[in-house]
């Protein structure tokens, strides 16, 4: 397997764990139940879930009141793509899918 495909991999993955984790969250908060902390929602963001976390924030209409949410989950998932860019671009480091 290549650095690539492993990167692919462990992006798909974390980011529906991000996407689900909402889900699950939103699901508990109508019925009243214990929630996924704050904290771990975040941790899946800065790990490399941002875009499956945010996606799931805004489809499932969670944790949009929240200023936090609103305004770090953005600025984590521009910081990601932007590292993630760096990461195919620079010279030297070479990712290939195949």
Known sequence: MT?????SVYILFVNAVGFALMAVDKYRAIRLLS?????????FAIIGGCLGTTLGMVIFKH???????RIF????LVMEL???MWLFTYPG???TFW
């Open 3 to 7: 650095a690539g495909l492993l990167l």
């Open 73 to 76: 989950m953005p600025a984590i």
């Open 93 to 95: 480091i070479e990712v």
């Open 63 to 69: 944790k949009t009141k929240h200023w936090y949410f």
């Open 35 to 43: 929630r996924v902390p704050e904290a771990v929602l975040f941790l």
């Open 82 to 84: 932007a590292f993630f």
